[in-house]
């Protein structure tokens, strides 16, 4: 499980392009980061000022660079501005596992683009940075997240009490997963 350095893998599906994102996406970024629907359950405060998405892209760019995960910016193919983000966290190579994260922009909900976003990285996932298992971590309260994992097949396991603090309070998070394997007799 590793990713490969040299360079950076644009993912394409019937809609979207799936791409690194750069310091020039600042402004789209803070468009939707700066919504409190969307941040609702990202475990941040809606973000203020360019710099706070100049800080996230910062971040997306660490963990690739540390091998620790891989953000993708979604963009609509006729537009190319991104209007959303999706990608892996806490990698852990040695036991094949990582952690899933997406938000999307509240203009675009409703219309199955998160689905066919995370459909892609997951397939990518799974073909070629071989994980074995791929986790999702989501508050009870945030149904459609919920909805949106379980439709691709994920699995409920059950709830991590007080899990994360976030906000000044502590969450209880479902933690999902999907198995390389439960593709395999999905399809």
């Known amino acids: ?25 600042a402004s789209s970024i803070l468009n939707y980061l ?7 359950y990202y475990g941040l405060e809606p973000f203020n000022s360019l710099n706070d998405a100049l800080d996230e892209i910062s971040w997306y760019q660490s963990i690739y660079n540390n091998k620790t995960g891989i953000r993708w910016g979604i963009t609509l193919k006729e ?4 209007i959303g ?11 094949f596992r990582t952690e899933i994260g997406f938000e999307l922009s509240k203009e675009q909900w409703g219309k199955g683009i998160a689905a066919e ?15 074995q298992r791929i986790e999702a ?6 149904r459609s997240s919920q909805k949106l994992v379980e439709k691709i097949g994920f699995v409920r396991e059950g709830l991590l009490r007080n899990y994360e603090f976030t906000g000044g309070k502590f969450d209880d998070l479902y933690m999902y997963s999907l198995l390389k394997q439960d ?3 999905k399809y």
Do not use: W
Request: with cysteine; charged share 25%.
């Open 1 to 25: 499980m590793t990713l490969n350095m040299d360079s950076f893998p644009v993912l394409e599906t019937e809609r979207l392009v799936l791409r690194e994102i750069k310091k020039e996406d």
């Open 34 to 40: 700066s919504d409190a629907e969307v941040m609702k």
């Open 79 to 82: 537009q190319g501005i991104v």
């Open 85 to 95: 983000s999706c990608g892996f966290h806490n990698m852990v190579s040695q036991h």
């Open 117 to 131: 976003a995370v459909g892609a990285i997951i397939n990518y996932g799974f073909e070629h940075l071989h994980f």
């Open 137 to 142: 971590l989501i508050e009870p309260p945030n």
């Open 183 to 185: 593709l395999d007799i």
